[in-house]
């Protein structure tokens, strides 16, 4: 069963807009953590923010903020303020603390921010 | 000095060549990770060490073979490859790959091409 899905394989957003990604987890395990990854071209993974999924209130760094709704199971990403560095491909991933499981990530969201 | 890093950058091997991709990191890491990425499917994790023993092997054919002589070094030695094996080979590492809090970083990654 897929544990991350990510159900936007491309995205579009103007340039100083917000935009939101989607991510959906399943897990049993009452215990993990969700990450969100950026990839550039370039094709390094860049971490961007992480919430656990004991934390009481929704993670921000910077211009990136998680809105965990754990009862849904969903963690969308939203990117305040969009800028053309913006453009990349973002992955969602998670951890299972349980099963010391490594990160499974989803399939990932192309944006790309236009001027 | 960069966090992660890999050599080489971009490779192209015929199918009966030996090759190796490194992988480094300075971030005084515990545990490193071999991830495959191909077009369109998620990330695979591949091989997961721990303080230099290997902890996770997920099916990875044989003719992938990692090495990792310490904690911050990672090898992975490529011999009679498929041509379905072209993908682009991410390194990572992390402080412990237990705890629901592993941020992983990645990286540049090797670009393998396999003719």
């Known amino acids: 069963a897929q544990k991350i899905t990510q159900t936007q394989p491309g995205m579009f957003v103007q340039e100083k807009e917000a935009v939101t990604l989607d991510c959906t987890y399943d897990?049993?395990?009452?215990?993990?953590?969700l990450f969100w990854y950026k990839q550039p071209s370039s094709g390094e993974m860049i971490f961007l923010i992480y919430?656990?999924?004991?934390?009481?209130q929704n993670a921000t760094e910077g211009r990136y903020s998680l809105n965990f709704q754990k009862a849904r199971k969903s963690a969308n990403l939203v990117i305040s303020a969009s800028q053309l560095g913006d453009s990349a491909m973002y992955f969602c991933?998670?951890?299972?603390?349980?099963?010391?499981?490594?990160?499974?990530f989803g399939k990932g969201t192309r944006l790309s921010v236009i001027a | 000095e960069t966090g992660v890093t890999q050599t080489p950058r971009h490779l192209v091997m015929g199918m009966t060549n030996k090759k190796s991709l490194k992988c480094e990191q300075h971030?005084?890491?515990?545990?490193m990770y071999w991830y495959k990425q191909s077009a369109k499917k998620p990330l695979e994790l591949m091989f997961v060490?721990?303080?230099?023993?290997?902890?996770e092997n997920n099916s990875v054919p044989s003719r992938f073979s990692p090495e990792c002589p310490n904690s911050s070094h990672l090898f992975l030695h490529l011999h009679t490859l498929q041509p379905e094996d072209s993908a682009l080979y991410l390194c990572?590492?992390?402080?412990?790959?237990?705890?629901?809090?592993?941020?992983?970083?990645f990286g540049p990654g090797t670009r393998l091409t396999v003719l």
């Open positions: 990572a590492s992390s402080q412990d790959p237990r705890g629901s809090y592993n941020e992983q970083f």
């Open positions: 919430q656990g999924s004991y934390d009481q």
């Open positions: 060490y721990n303080f230099k023993e290997q902890t």
């Open positions: 991933a998670m951890r299972e603390v349980s099963g010391n499981t490594p990160l499974v």
């Open positions: 971030l005084g890491h515990n545990a």
């Open positions: 897990t049993s395990d009452p215990s993990y953590g």
